[in-house]
């Protein structure tokens, strides 16, 4: 079974700090995704990264970076948290981009980001 | 118009209930179709995955795609209370490299299966 680990369920920071949320896979996976779900407005694709220190904007890549160093490892920066990032985060992970049959998602259990 | 619409419900049905879910879809470039389900406070997780026009069955659950009509369905049999959970339809184009491996999701269909 694929295997996607966030590295916090809740979260709780103050404005204007440095957050850092991070994601593991552990099925070798080439693409990882970030995304936010907020009610009313699904999910919302942040970033993604489909290979090793390659990174691209998605729909709403603002007030966000990325960082992937390792294969199986993605992280999400805030670079200074703000209130309306106030948000669950998602992380997910799909097998590889040269292959077109199937590129299905597998997503972690998702980290509740409030900022206070 | 929204590349995928998905009526957000709420949905509420007694127990046994046949439960249809639909999105509709405005990028005829859309190869590839899944259905998610997302229990309250945790990840998406995916049930359904089809490629072609037509049906695909998994015990109670049944995925239709229809591409001439850009319509997508999620049919649920004998519908359990395990069931209530918010339903999310994704979809993504064919062809390798680029964006193309990124999905886009419909917003999601709560249901409640009440016993």
């Known amino acids: 079974d694929v295997k996607v680990t966030q590295s916090s369920r809740y979260l709780v920071k103050r404005t204007g700090e440095k957050v850092f949320l991070e994601c593991v896979q552990d099925?070798?996976?080439?693409?990882m995704f970030w995304y936010r779900q907020d009610p009313g407005l699904g999910l919302r694709l942040i970033y993604f990264s489909y290979d090793v220190k390659m990174k691209e904007k998605g729909d709403i890549p603002e007030g966000y970076s990325v960082s992937r160093e390792k294969k199986e490892r993605f992280s999400l920066i805030l670079e200074s948290a703000s209130t309306n990032q106030t948000s669950m985060y998602l992380c997910?992970?799909?097998?590889?981009?040269?292959?077109?049959?199937?590129?299905?998602?597998?997503f972690g259990p998702g980290t509740r980001l409030l900022v206070l | 118009q929204k590349e995928v619409e998905q009526d957000p419900g709420p949905l509420s049905v007694p127990e046994g209930a046949i439960v249809s879910l639909n999105c509709t879809y405005s990028n005829s470039a859309f190869q590839y179709f899944m259905w998610y389900r997302q229990y309250s406070r945790k990840g998406p997780e995916l049930l359904m995955y089809t490629y072609s026009s037509g049906n695909k069955e998994d015990g109670r659950f049944t995925a239709q795609v229809d591409k001439s009509s850009k319509y997508i369905s999620l049919f649920i049999r004998d519908s359990q209370p395990s069931d209530s959970a918010t339903y999310l339809c994704a979809m993504s184009v064919r062809g390798s490299g680029g964006s193309n491996y990124k999905l886009t999701f419909g917003k999601g269909t709560l249901l409640t299966v009440n016993p």
């Open positions: 997910a992970s799909s097998l590889s981009r040269d292959r077109v049959v199937r590129e299905t998602q597998y």
């Open positions: 099925m070798d996976h080439e693409n």
